[in-house]
């Protein structure tokens, strides 16, 4: 490895796109920082991703990118470039995404050292290690990468999710706003997901709501994007007794965190919140169909109670169109996550 400069060097760090994967890579962050501390540590991700890696502690700087969208013509890719070109000299850059076309940006831009997984991508890396021979969690792949690169990784290997003091006051205020006091208990739900099969149907979230009324009189504060309102509307219609407070398109994620690590527990999907809450050490009951709980599950800090139902005849992670006629996530029923609750719940 490059030894340290004396006045700091300065790397880069293509990151994958989305919360989960994001999380993901938390760990590789932090062993970058420890060995180069003085380091000035710039992270490439889509916009997206901008409010959580700036409340990193290892992260310097934040570079928004996405060919999906802002950088999805050849001139915007290449002014982008251009850009990363002036703010040369770049001494090191980690490639934790698979795309080649970020493997040749971190060729071009200048980067001395460029350092990945070298499948599909050997021409563009000046360090390119070899891919982990099976599948394996998400987490464990990028403690793979960092330990082929020379870093010394832990052996309990899980994720944090970091936020601010002023995002745990504003989430202190929030719930005050809605009659729940500091210190005060409450569960909460994530009734999305970024595909329809990896959520657990309203009714049984209702039904849930109602046991959690009858057995603690707790307030259930819903969470989610603003994307998740028609799911909230659908819940609202349905309750009959239970609490809820509705958050839904009204928390920032780092806010939403805080709310998280002050719930007694989260009852959600396979969903970016999902790894949020267990990244602040909140207990989660995480439900799974479609995607396989051990390459995508939870890994922070946070207690945890994965569900699943896999159907039979079908293998996880799913990737086809037929879904199964009973369904995925339906066949969990309320009753068994109750029962998760429970066991995770500390009154």
């Keep these: 490895m490059t030894a340290p400069n004396p006045d700091g060097m300065k790397i880069l760090v293509v990151m994958k796109n989305w919360l989960g994967d994001l999380l993901f890579q938390m760990p590789a962050l932090e062993l970058i920082r420890k060995r180069y501390p003085e380091a ?6 889509p916009e997206r991703c901008r409010e959580i890696l700036e409340a990193h502690p290892a ?21 982008f470039l251009g850009e ?5 000299p770049w001494d090191q850059g980690y490639l934790f995404h698979r795309s080649r076309t970020r493997a040749l940006l971190l060729m071009l831009a200048g980067v001395k050292e460029r350092i990945g997984f070298g499948k599909g991508r050997k021409l563009f890396l000046t360090r390119a290690l070899p891919e982990p021979s099976g599948p394996i969690h998400q987490l464990d792949h990028f403690f793979d990468l960092m330990q082929k690169a020379g870093f010394k990784v832990p ?13 745990l006051r504003l989430a202190e205020e929030i719930l005050k706003k809605n009659g729940i006091d500091k210190g005060a208990r409450f569960i909460c739900f994530h009734l999305g997901a970024n ?5 657990w149907p309203v009714a049984h979230f209702n039904a849930l709501a109602e ?20 799911l909230l509307e659908e819940l609202t219609r349905g309750n009959r007794k239970a609490r809820i407070v509705p958050l839904v398109g009204k928390t920032p994620l780092r806010v939403a965190a805080c709310i998280y690590k002050q719930a007694a527990c989260l009852v959600t999907g396979d969903s970016g ?75």
């Design 40 to 45: 000035r540590i710039i992270c490439i991700a």
């Design 211 to 230: 046991k959690i009324h009858e057995k603690w009189r707790l307030p259930v504060v819903v969470t989610g994007s603003a994307n998740d309102m028609p």
């Design 84 to 88: 990363l070109r002036k703010m040369r």
């Design 155 to 167: 052996e309990e290997k899980t994720y944090r999710f970091y936020y601010r003091e002023d995002d």
């Design 273 to 347: 919140p999902m790894h949020i809450a267990s990244g602040v050490g909140a207990p989660v009951v995480a439900l799974f169909g479609p995607t396989d709980p051990d390459l995508t599950g939870p890994r922070g800090t946070g207690e945890k109670i994965v569900l699943q139902f896999v159907p039979p005849g079908y293998s996880v992670p799913f990737f086809g169109k037929e879904f199964p006629a009973e369904g995925w996530l339906s066949q969990i029923s309320p009753d068994a996550v109750f029962e998760a609750v429970e066991k995770i719940f500390r009154p």
């Design 195 to 199: 595909w329809e099969p990896k959520r």
């Design 59 to 79: 992260v310097s700087g934040f570079l928004g990118f996405d060919e999906k969208s802002t950088h999805r013509s050849w001139f915007a890719r290449l002014k």
